[in-house]
Structures are given as C-alpha cells and as structure tokens.
C-alpha cells in the first residue's frame, strides 16, 4: 500500500491527512512494537470540520461529540486499511503527538504554544493517527523555518485581554476564569483572541460555528480537569 492510497483514503472520510514519518528501532516498543509508519490524521482550516459538522455525534447532545466522530472515523480507516489506530485523547498511554507533528509537516512551536503550519497558521489540529507495520514510502519532510521568526511584534502575545500569552508561558487558569465571564464572550463566539491575531493563514480562521465549539470544549475540558 502506498502512502497516496492512504491519504486518499482519509481524504474521501471526511478528514486531513496530516504527514507521515516512520518510527526509529528505539520507538518500535510497547505498543507500538512491529509497527513502522506513523500517518497523522487531522482537521486543517475547514477540512475535516465540515465532515464532523454533518455527523451524527455532532447532533445526538452527548458529551465529546468530536472525540466520538475521530473514534468512528479513524478506527473505520484503521480496518480498511490494516492501520492501528492511535489518539490524543484517552490516554494512557498518551501518544507524543506534537513531536509527531514536527516530524511529519513543516509546523513549528508558536509563541503562544500552538503549533505553526505555514498555510494554516494556528488553524489546525490532530484528531489520531494509524500505524502500519510496513516501512512505507513517506514525503520526504521539507525543512522550513517558523513563520513566527519573521513575525514582527508578535501580536499573538499582546491580543488576550487578560495577558493569558507571555514570554513565560501560558496562564491557563486566567485564560478559563475570563471565558466564563460576560467580559468573555467575544473570546467565546468568535474564537481566542491571540489565535486570531496570527497573520498566517488567515483564511483558514475558524468560523463561529468552529470557534464557538472549541471554546466550548477548552472549558469542558478544564472543569474535567478540575
């Protein structure tokens, strides 16, 4: 199998294929013994948003509606092609994915965390990944700098209204206490602020509908934390 045919695969069910590398001897333990090519699978801008957007999980009013779509999508991918099925979510064991991504694609650490793809800014996130156990012919990764080391004045670190983003790190807990009050709302409707600030792939913005969802689900998140 090639890795086209993968990634076209992934393609047709609704979802962005998102690179590939092979595993080092070292890596190739655990559960990930035998297995040789790591695919990742994502949404990039709208693509693999709209999909998830017409499902079913989407509508039914249960909790983790997009962990559930990634689930059926992924694990139906994964039995098509002959591909373990790996997630970001449910862990353990919680799969290195950010590091994967480097591997995979040209995306480099943001100032405010995010990881920066050259056409889809900070719009685009990882949903799983299937793993092969052939050494499959992957895209040789092409080396390119960060966007953010030309970024002049780095707005994404003065557009949170309450200082989330700094050279320090990043305040999670003023982040989540400014989101669930009236003064929030902008942030809530229409997406994070300092992500919006980003001048790449400005055209890749997440639209209310997308906006709206993923503040929805930071939040759930934190109070599932707490």
């Known amino acids: 199998m090639t890795i086209e045919t993968i990634f076209s695969a992934i393609e047709r069910a609704g979802l962005a294929a998102r690179g590939a590398f092979r595993l080092a001897q070292s890596e190739r333990t655990g559960a990930l013994a035998g297995l040789r090519t790591i695919v990742l699978i994502g949404v990039a801008g709208r693509r693999g948003w709209d999909a998830y957007a017409a499902s079913p999980e989407a509508r039914d009013g249960l909790d983790h509606p997009l962990d559930r779509f990634s689930l059926r999508i992924i694990d139906a991918l994964g039995a098509d092609l002959g591909g373990v099925a790996l997630y970001p979510f449910g862990g353990?064991?919680?799969?290195?994915?950010?590091?994967?991504?480097?591997?995979?694609?040209?995306?480099?650490?943001?100032?405010?965390?995010?990881?920066?793809?050259?056409?889809?800014?900070?719009?685009?996130?990882?949903?799983?990944?299937?793993a092969f156990v052939d050494a499959i012919a992957v895209p040789a990764l092409e080396a390119s700098p960060s966007p953010c080391e030309t970024c002049r004045g780095r707005p994404c670190l003065s557009a949170c209204?309450?200082?989330?983003?700094?050279?320090?790190?990043?305040?999670?807990?003023?982040?989540?206490?400014?989101?669930?009050?009236?003064?929030?709302?902008?942030?809530?409707t229409g997406g994070c602020l300092a992500r919006r600030a980003c001048p790449v792939g400005v055209e890749h913005r997440h639209a209310p509908d997308q906006a709206a969802f993923t503040m929805r689900a930071f939040l759930r998140a934190r109070e599932d934390a707490g």
Request: hydrophobic letters at 45%.
């Open 161 to 188: 209204p309450v200082g989330a983003f700094s050279v320090d790190g990043y305040d999670v807990a003023a982040c989540a206490a400014h989101l669930k009050n009236a003064a929030g709302a902008v942030c809530m």
């Open 92 to 130: 353990p064991p919680h799969w290195p994915f950010q590091q994967w991504a480097r591997r995979a694609e040209p995306v480099h650490p943001s100032p405010i965390g995010v990881l920066i793809h050259p056409t889809y800014g900070l719009w685009h996130s990882y949903r799983g990944a299937l």
